[in-house]
């Protein structure tokens, strides 16, 4: 828990203390007393001491109350040392057993950490009291945790769980088991609480959660977290789900006032992303039985309270609702619950179903049921006294009940009182009893009740389950009843015991699944044992053939069975059973079972009618039958058991009313328990045990017997057992060495050794058994007890080490202190003999002659003595001269040897660097080579998935070639087809040949018929110029001409409104086109529905008989499918080679795993050999470059790939392209055919226009043709709006296409800005990774720094030291001053003799001083006893010191493990960078071709445009040629001149009419080429952008991917450098801590001992002093203690004593002044007296009176005198004393001094031991390092080969991808095929509708061809007609002619009555063409 801040206050009830726990004393007290744990009647287990032993019995004192026992040997448990108290999880615990775990979760409680780990257990213990650890921030806590970082939780589980789904993609589920009251129900909330914050779909907002102080909840109360956490409304409706749930199946009971009556199992199902998609909830055995009774303190379901008493008034008498207690099955009445409102909970329940999308009308429903569920317990029925027959005499809550299920009164009471039972085929009303009736009373409202259930729990289903997104993985919480054992057990704790025996099956399962995963892991002998097996027996016993559950079924359908029986035959069939025990004759119990939680005594009443579960069917009948939908809905599938099988009589056709089956309870339960159970074994299981501490729901209390019985149901007690079995406790190598090597001594070798190896030698010392221990990889195993064995020994080993070292150093003071003695006696007995001979030669004369003389002896020896001095002075001098040559010498020395020092400190440093890293360097190839293995573990896991999908490939090769014969079968029924297409097609062409010869007679006809119409016409111009002179002709002209002009008129109104039928054509050809559109889209659709056309194809079939014209394609597509068939073939068999391929890879990897653990072994062997560090370098180079060359070719075989796939595409795009064009070609021939049909329907249009202008006199005629070419025109025009609407639709395709295009460039744009943000966040990284090498550095130079810093820190220790002798210094000063104070003092006591006041004053001051003194000494007392600890913390703090060093050595190899992992980045990012620029230049190449094809476009765009032009240009020509006809027709002069000639004209118009329209043609198959190019160029469009959006998709996935990896080594680095971040502010305030301390604890042990010396003296010298002389001299030492402090104090006081000194001066001289006058007056009044002796009595009686008050001031004056003189000699005494105590102050401070100069010896000697032993490490480091270069150098080696091989794999396994990517594209292709064959027969279809509509085309020419040759005839006719009218014509005038010339004479008359003649007849003529043209024009009216 390294994350987690164990000073937070948030998790004050989350986090232990662990430093509190390693107090040696408390281990020292823990080993000498020998503790064990003896079993306690009310506690459990209580510790006692083992005093000694008798036999088998041990006699033990309890710790408690040191009462003495004897206990058994068996019934003592061993207990663990004291630091593994509060152990967060037991299963680290070494003594394994009840007591140790029911102790540590006593402890665990007490200080309020109610979560526990059990290994994969998590023990909840019920706090009943709300606890502030389910707030928001406890969840971002445990958010993303792994779970050894944060302490044990419910959240932590929850989270693991989840990521655990999210990464590994497997299924979760979290099971909560435990006894009613537990807090099972409430940490389902909370789980489901958690999931819902985490896995939010939308974001939380801090306003939606639970504020800190209300986090806390207690699983004593209800809370309503969902009200709170609003997000998501599926979040919302998940924890709404609870509420509903919690009311209508929660109840109260004796244990828990919200018990859950059901088991459920929620299922959270999680999207791809981790979102919640929905959920979905289980529900099992609910507690029924509740409705109709409950046990006294209980209640029924909660939502029966809540609707009793938070309904309305009007709502009651709607729902015929009364008052509880008037209700018979409710027991209890309105009993209430503390602290729950059911008023609050009701509306909280109906606000929970709003939310759920319960309507008012299904709610309104639901509360009708539940009234009438609780109304049927009112229906009191009476007995008749003849019969059994019972009968209700009162029916008025019959009504009520009938009303409310909406069914009738009279069908209730009948179907209750006198039921109808079928027996055999006819159907018999039975008499019911009493008790028969409110049996089924009560079972129809418990069913009823049932029932509603159900529907609640679908209905919440139903709205979970709402949500659009799929769900990916699934979470599944089970909140089940714990194993229950009671004094008798009936058939529901069967049911619940035999799902917890599934469950504790399941868990032991995984549990020791995972266990013998890791001894595998660690290479651990070890058999396999599935410890699930040691509960299948009881399991078998309950579910398999003929057992418990198998003979309940059996007896239910005998009619005679009963429970008798029943238990009788269980007890024939399974009395051998091991886990079955049969019932004493005393015991109640019928039989019991075995269980892993104990032996359960069961009575099998009622079990055959609890199993079959009996209703009365009549009323089931009516039930389903009701006129209330809701009541049909709920009762509308059920499954009963009737009452003829309750009935059980024994008749002839018993056996036939057992045919209807029906399904029993155990039945249903065993089906769900087994579906749950498939669910939990394909999910990972998260266990969750809760245990219930007292059932007075009290908290703090622990009810030990009651724990340890739940321990033993949940399985906690069973997984330590199974542990036991195993090696629980696990110990690294490195840390058992360090920790156990007191007990082998001189075992290990000095120099470097193996772990693995020393840790061997060290288990041969402890000569430990075999069976105890296992040695693994990397750690040491050992089973449960073996490590606290070996802690008692160390600590056994430890505390004779400690008694020797203490014998040791007081043996040495001892002696020292002898030899002090010897020393001091001799010393005495040498003075004693010397003062003795003094005293002898003391008065002899000799003697006194000899001292006087000896003086003088020696003046006359001066000169000599000066000579001898200047002698000794010149040698001094040279001396001292050679000395400083010396010193120089020895200086230069000196100063080289310092340089020598410090390069030899720097080599060290460089050494010790080195050695760290060859130590990180070997722990991470130990590292690499577990992650190498598991690397081979996966890739052996994915060769098998591999070999998986050939076989799988394999069988798909079988149905691909199966599914290629039905394509063969129907290629050659299609091949049939085509080739009756074929013959029809050959009739069809001979019967096109007949109609071509007959419309080349028609045209000869034609011909032959224009030659004549020529002749005719040239007749009628010569005709008509013969006429020119004649005026009547002329006007006759003019009127044809008038007529003419309106005919034109005519034709250009026919013209336009062509032209609108042309439109309309357009249009149509539009919605064709669009039709067109729509279809593929359909066809495109259709994809998916491939298997229903593969149904369809022998409907098909038939039409595509009818409809096959194209053969060749046909054949030309089976040819392409031949080709792909093969391709696909060769494709298998490279498939094939490449797994054949692979397994020789892998047999090849395994025999090099097997060549690599050999070498390795052998490496662990030759660990002692060296090799040069620059061999390693070379090779490592060679290897590196290795690396280069494989990566450079992995990366060629890549772009070569690359290739090969974009030219596959490539030609993929180009074949289709093909297809496509010959499609169009084939189009384009149709077109071509229609248009050619077109034009000679035109042609003929045109020929009949010209017979029209020619003959104008038959104008009825001319008249029905202009009606039927009308009509030809129609249809004219409407295929050129047809050829229109294609033009629009073509210019609508084409903004389509530019639109699209532009999409393209947008999506474009936002690749390129993606590829930017990628290259920014690749840019970032850069940057956050140099910020981190930079923060790397920084640290490193702080690092530095701090060390330079300890330095100074131990140089201002020493300056401190000499302050504090300065500081001792002015102490001095201040007691002198002091001294001096008090010598004034004395001084203004004598002085103030008159002040007696001022002296009390004084008095009490003292008085207050001698209180102070007195405080002082318990102080000093104190004091001493906080010198003790603080020596003790003074040598923590040194042991502190060097674990921070230790620290700041780890941090120096961390740092460079991560700079070597900055290398390591910086390569992945320049493979990134590569990564990206490869990604940049595919970009690159997709732009441009991108761009190529928005070349094509435009160009494409601009022939469209170019041909629009064309076009209009064409459209003007035309215009302007109507125009000119127009006008030639207007200067149509004379007739007869122009009439030829606009003939000409005309014929010329209208050949240049026709190539006009033959333009129009090709302009339309210009247009239909541009559209179908378009189409083109659409799907190509189309592909590319799928091959596009699928290549930016896999970039982007990769690169997300690589952002990810990226994000993660970010993450990492920023973790580790919070973490040394973390420990460095951690080591800065430790250092800070420590120097601070360090100096208090300096200052005060200085200060301390000497006060404890100067104390000690003073009592040994001072025993028999005055206790105001002890008390001074506490005084001054407390004074000396205080001085520092108190010295501003002292001066003020003094400065105000001086100031009283003053004033008592003052005083003293305004006494004296007095004393003096008082004197003066006295000599003056003596001087009056002597002068006036002569005076009277009364002068003498003033004088007596005047000399008493004189004698009584001198004896006042004599008073102060002596007071002042004792307070003068009390403060000589005092200052005596305190100069005493300064020169034992001074002493004891020389002693100090010198204590202190030893130290400091002492401290340099261990400083140069320090660098002695560093040296000598540094030498063996180089030489473990040169070997371990060595090693590493090898192992680097055998990496690199490794990951080459890897390398290999992971290209073989991009091959397999690419074949199966080949394979699915083969697929499409496949597919695209048959999507192509659809087309083509689509196409196929409408080219036979073309060609009917061809051949109806053909069939009206034919018709139109037969009448215009009757036009013909008709007008040939009147052709002949009008030659004969001509010819008499002709007569006639020559015969006029002849007559003119006859009669010249009378030419005016003549002329005049002529012209009247020959107006007449014209006149006549004019007259009927008008009527002509008048019926013309009513005939078109």
Not at 38 to 55: C, D, L, M
Not at 1381 to 1404: D, F
């Amino acid at each position: 828990m390294a994350d987690v801040d164990r000073s937070d206050p948030d998790l004050k009830f989350l986090v232990v203390d662990r430093n509190a726990f390693s107090d040696p004393a408390t281990q020292a007290e823990w080993s000498q007393k020998r503790l064990v744990w003896v079993p306690h009647e009310t506690a459990g287990f209580v510790a006692a001491s083992v005093k000694r032993a008798q036999g088998e019995e041990v006699e033990v004192e309890l710790v408690e109350n040191s009462k003495k026992i004897l206990v058994s040997r068996d019934d003592m448990q061993k207990m663990n040392p004291p630091k593994y108290d509060k152990q967060e999880d037991m299963a680290d615990l070494t003594c394994l057993n009840e007591a140790s775990v029911l102790h540590n979760i006593k402890e665990r409680y007490y200080s309020g950490l109610i979560y526990t780990y059990s290994g994969l257990f998590c023990v909840v213990v019920n706090p009943y009291k709300r606890l502030p650890i389910y707030t928001e921030k406890i969840i971002e806590i445990y958010k993303g945790k792994k779970r050894h970082e944060v302490p044990p939780h419910v959240f932590a589980i929850t989270d693991i769980a989840y990521r655990s789904m999210l990464q590994d993609r497997e299924d979760q589920s979290i099971l909560c088991t435990g006894e009613s009251g537990a807090g099972k129900t409430e940490n389902t909330k909370k789980v489901i609480q958690y999931l819902a914050f985490v896995a939010a779909s939308k974001p939380k907002s801090s306003s939606h959660l639970p504020a800190s102080n209300e986090g806390g909840l207690s699983f004593k109360e209800q809370d309503d977290i969902g009200d709170s956490f609003a997000w998501g409304e599926l979040e919302q409706q998940l924890l709404k789900a609870n509420p509903i749930l919690e009311a209508f199946g929660n109840a109260k009971t004796v244990k828990n006032d919200n018990s859950s009556r059901f088991g459920k199992f929620v299922r959270i199902n999680f999207d791809a992303s981790g979102y919640i998609a929905g959920a979905n909830i289980e529900t099992y055995l609910l507690e029924k039985a509740r409705i109709i009774r409950q046990a006294p303190d209980e209640r029924t379901f909660h939502i029966f309270y809540q609707l009793l008493l938070g309904a309305s008034k009007e709502f009651k008498s709607q729902l015929l609702l009364e008052d509880a207690k008037n209700y018979t099955f409710m027991t209890t009445g309105g009993l209430r619950v503390p602290g729950i409102d059911d008023i609050e909970e009701f509306t909280a329940t109906q606000n929970a179903m709003k939310v759920m999308g319960i309507s008012d009308e299904d709610m309104t429903s639901i509360w009708r049921v539940i009234s009438a569920s609780l109304m049927f317990g009112n229906m009191e029925f009476k007995q008749e006294r003849n019969s059994d027959q019972a009968t209700l005499p009162d029916n008025t809550v019959a009504q009520k009940v009938a009303h409310l299920l909406g069914i009738q009164v009279t069908d209730l009471t009948k179907a209750f009182l006198k039921p109808r039972i079928k027996v055999g085929r006819d159907y018999v009303t039975k008499a019911q009893t009493k008790e028969q009736v409110e049996f089924a009373i009560e079972a129809i409202g418990k069913a009823t009740y049932e029932r509603l259930f159900k529907w609640i729990v679908t209905r919440i289903n139903r709205s979970l389950d709402r949500t659009k997104r799929q769900g990916a993985s699934f979470i599944g919480i089970l909140d089940i009843a714990g194993f229950e054992i009671f004094e008798l057990n009936s058939f529901e704790q069967l049911c619940i015991n035999y799902t917890n025996e599934k469950l504790q099956q399941l868990f032991n399962h995984t549990m020791f699944i995972l266990e013998q995963e890791e001894y595998q892991r660690e290479g651990i002998e070890w058999k396999f044992i599935d410890f699930g097996l040691d509960l299948q027996p009881t399991i078998d016993l309950i579910e398999k053939p003929m057992g418990i559950m198998a003979l309940v079924d059996e007896e239910c359908w005998f009619p005679k069975a009963t429970d008798k029986s029943f238990v009788e035959k269980l007890v024939t069939s399974h009395a051998v059973h091991p886990k079955f025990v049969k019932s004493d004759f005393k015991s109640t119990a019928d039989f019991s079972i075995l269980h892993y939680a104990g032996q359960v005594n069961y009575s099998a009443a009622q079990w055959l009618m609890k199993n079959m579960d009996p209703l009365n069917e009549n009323i089931v009948q009516y039930l389903q039958a009701s006129q209330d939908p809701f009541i049909c809905h709920i009762w509308k599938d059920a499954e009963i058991v009737g009452m003829a099988q309750q009935a059980m009589t024994d008749t002839q056709f018993g056996r036939v009313t057992r045919k209807g089956m029906f399904r029993t309870v155990s039945q249903l339960y065993k089906e769900q328990l087994s579906k749950l159970m498939v669910t939990l074994r394909n999910t990972n299981p998260n266990f969750v045990r809760c245990i219930i501490p007292n059932h007075e729901k009290k908290a703090g209390k622990i009810n030990a017997p009651l724990v340890l019985d739940q321990l033993r149901c949940n399985g906690v007690l069973e997984g330590i057992r199974i542990c036991r079995q195993g090696f629980p406790n696990r110990i690294p190598f490195q840390e058992f060495r360090q920790r156990y090597e007191l007990l082998t001594p001189n075992v290990i070798p000095k120099g470097f050794m193996d772990g693995k190896k020393a840790c061997e030698k060290m288990i041969e010392a402890l000569e430990l058994d075999p069976g105890l221990f296992r040695i693994g990889q990397s750690k040491i195993f050992f089973r449960a007890g073996v490590l606290a064995h070996l802690e008692e020994e160390r600590d056994l080993r430890i505390t004779d080490l400690v008694v020797k070292f203490q014998a040791y150093c007081r043996g040495l003071l001892a002696r020292r202190n002898y030899q002090k003695r010897v020393q001091q006696l001799n010393a005495i007995r040498i003075l004693q003999r010397n003062c003795a001979a003094y005293l002898k030669l003391r008065n002899w004369q000799w003697w006194r002659l000899y001292t006087k003389v000896k003086p003088l002896l020696q003046v006359t020896k001066n000169d000599e003595k000066v000579m001898q001095k200047e002698n000794e002075l010149k040698e001094i001098t040279e001396k001292l001269h050679h000395h400083e040559a010396e010193v120089q010498n020895l200086d230069k020395q000196y100063q080289q040897a310092l340089e020598e020092k410090n390069i030899l400190a720097e080599q060290l440093q460089a050494e010790t660097e080195l050695c760290a890293e060859a130590e990180e360097m070997r722990a991470r190839l130990a590292a690499r080579k577990q992650e190498m293995e598991e690397i081979i573990h996966d890739m052996e896991a994915r060769i098998e998935e591999e070999e998986e999908k050939v076989l799988k490939s394999g069988e798909d090769r079988k149905k691909l070639q199966q599914h290629i014969q039905d394509l063969e079968e129907q290629l050659e029924e299609e091949e049939a087809a085509r080739q009756k297409l074929q013959i029809e097609k050959v009739q069809a062409e001979a019967k096109m040949k007949q109609f071509e010869e007959q419309l080349v007679a028609s045209d000869d006809f034609k011909e032959k018929f224009g030659k004549d119409k020529k002749n005719l016409e040239e007749k009628l111009s010569d005709v008509s110029a013969t006429l020119a002179e004649e005026e009547e002709k002329a006007k006759h002209l003019l009127k044809l001409k008038a007529k003419h002009e309106s005919t034109i008129g005519e034709l250009e109104d026919k013209l336009r409104k062509d032209n609108q039928q042309k439109g309309e054509v357009e249009r149509a050809k539009r919605k064709i086109e669009t039709e067109l559109g729509d279809m593929k889209e359909q066809v495109l659709e259709r994809k998916q529905q491939v298997e229903d056309m593969q149904l369809q194809l022998g409907k098909r079939e038939e039409e595509v008989a009818q409809a096959l014209m194209k053969v060749d394609e046909e054949a030309a597509s089976k040819a392409n499918a031949q080709k792909s068939l093969r391709e696909l073939e060769s494709q298998l068999g490279e498939v094939v080679e490449d797994l054949e391929a692979e397994k020789e890879a892998r047999n090849k990897a395994e025999k090099q795993k097997r060549d690599l653990n050999e070498e390795l072994e052998a490496l662990k062997n030759e660990l002692l050999d060296s090799l040069d560090v620059t061999a390693a370098q070379q090779e490592l180079r060679t290897a590196r470059e290795k690396e280069l060359t494989d990566i450079k070719k992995s990366l060629e075989s890549e772009t070569s790939n690359h290739e090969q796939m974009t030219t596959e595409m490539r030609h993929k795009h180009s074949h289709e392209l093909g297809q496509l064009n010959n499609q169009l070609d084939l189009i384009k021939k149709s077109k071509t055919q229609a248009e050619k049909g077109k034009a000679q329907l035109e042609a003929e249009l045109a020929d009949l226009a010209n017979e029209l202008k020619s003959v104008s006199g038959n104008k009825q005629e001319a008249e029905r043709k202009r009606k039927q070419l009308e009509n030809h025109a129609g249809e004219l025009n409407a295929k050129l709006a047809e050829s229109e609407s294609r033009s629009t639709d073509a210019q609508e395709r084409l903004s389509k296409i530019i639109n699209e295009m532009e999409s393209m460039a947008t999506q474009l744009q936002e690749a390129e800005t993606r590829a930017s943000q990628a290259s920014k966040s690749t840019d970032g990284l850069e940057t956050q990774l140099s910020e981190v090498s930079a923060n790397l550095e920084e640290e490193t130079r702080q690092k530095l720094a701090v060390n330079s810093k300890l330095r100074a820190m131990e140089n201002e220790k020493e300056h401190l030291l000499e302050q504090l002798e300065e500081e001792e210094g002015k102490a001095k000063t201040l007691e002198k001053n002091f001294s001096t104070a008090s010598q004034q003092l004395a001084e203004a006591r004598k002085k103030a003799e008159e002040e007696s006041e001022q002296v009390a004053k004084l008095e009490e001051y003292r008085k207050k001083q001698m209180k102070e003194l007195e405080e002082v000494q318990h102080r000093m007392e104190e004091m001493q006893s906080a010198n003790d600890k603080l020596d003790k913390s003074k040598k923590k703090m040194s042991a502190e010191l060097d674990d921070a060093n230790i620290e700041l050595d780890s941090h120096r190899s961390k740092v460079l493990e991560l700079e070597k992992k900055q290398r390591n980045f910086d390569k992945i990012l320049a493979e990134e960078k590569m990564n990206g620029e490869r990604i940049s230049t595919e970009r690159d190449n997709a732009e441009r071709d991108a761009r190529e094809k928005e070349t094509k476009l435009l160009n494409l765009n601009r022939g469209m445009e170019e041909l629009q032009a064309q076009l209009d240009e064409s459209e003007r020509s035309r215009r302007q040629l109507q125009a000119e006809l127009d006008d030639l027709v207007n200067t149509q002069g004379t007739a007869d001149k122009n009439v030829h000639e606009l003939e000409k004209a005309k014929r010329q118009l209208e050949q240049e009419l026709v190539e006009q329209k033959t333009q129009l043609e090709e302009l339309e198959d210009e247009l239909q080429q541009t559209e179908d190019q378009k189409m083109r160029l659409e799907v190509n469009m189309q592909a590319l952008k799928t091959q596009f959006e699928r290549d930016l998709a896999a970039k982007e996935e990769a690169g997300e991917e690589k952002r990810r990896g990226m994000a993660k080594q970010i993450r990492d680095l920023e973790a580790e450098l919070d973490e040394e971040r973390k420990q460095k502010q951690a080591a800065v305030n430790a250092k800070k801590k420590l120097e601070t301390d360090y100096k208090d604890l300096e200052s005060t042990m200085d200060m301390n001992n000497k006060l404890k010396e100067d104390a000690l003296k003073q009592l040994k010298k001072l025993q028999q002093a005055m206790k105001e002389i002890q008390r001074d001299a506490e005084e001054a030492h407390a004074s000396k203690n205080e001085v520092l402090q108190q010295s501003k104090d002292l001066e003020k006081k003094i400065k105000s004593l001086e100031a009283d000194l003053v004033q008592i001066q003052e005083d003293l001289s305004a006494a004296e002044r007095a004393r003096r006058t008082a004197e003066s007056e006295r000599d003056e009044l003596a001087e009056e007296l002597s002068t006036n002796g002569s005076k009277g009595a009364l002068a003498i009686d003033e004088k007596r009176r005047l000399e008493a008050k004189i004698a009584a001031l001198e004896g006042e004056l004599e008073e102060e005198q002596t007071q002042v003189e004792m307070l003068m000699e009390r403060a000589r005494k005092a200052q005596i004393s305190t100069e005493q105590l300064t020169t034992e102050l001074a002493a004891e401070r020389g002693n100090a001094q010198k204590m202190e100069n030893s130290k400091m010896m002492l401290e340099r000697q261990n400083k140069e031991l320090k660098v002695k032993l560093e040296e000598v490490e540094n030498s063996n480091r180089a030489k473990a390092k040169a070997a371990i270069a060595a090693l590493e150098s090898k192992v680097t080696n055998l990496e690199e080969q490794l990951s080459a091989e890897a390398q290999e794999r992971m290209l073989a396994a991009k091959g397999n991808r690419k074949l199966e990517k080949k394979i699915k594209e083969l697929l499409m292709q496949l597919e695209d095929e048959r999507r192509h064959a659809d087309q083509y027969k689509e196409q196929n279809e409408k080219t036979n509708g073309r060609m009917k509509a061809m051949r109806r085309q053909l069939d009206e020419a034919e018709e139109e061809i037969s009448r215009e040759k009757a036009h013909r005839r008709k007008a040939q006719r009147e052709l002949d007609d009008y030659v004969e009218s001509n010819e008499s014509m002709n007569r006639e005038i020559n015969n006029l002619k002849n007559k003119l010339r006859r009669g010249m004479t009378g030419l005016p008359s003549s002329r005049l009555l002529k012209g009247r003649g020959s107006v007449v007849p014209g006149d006549d003529t004019i007259a009927d063409t008008e009527s002509v043209d008048g019926g013309g024009e009513e005939s078109e009216k």
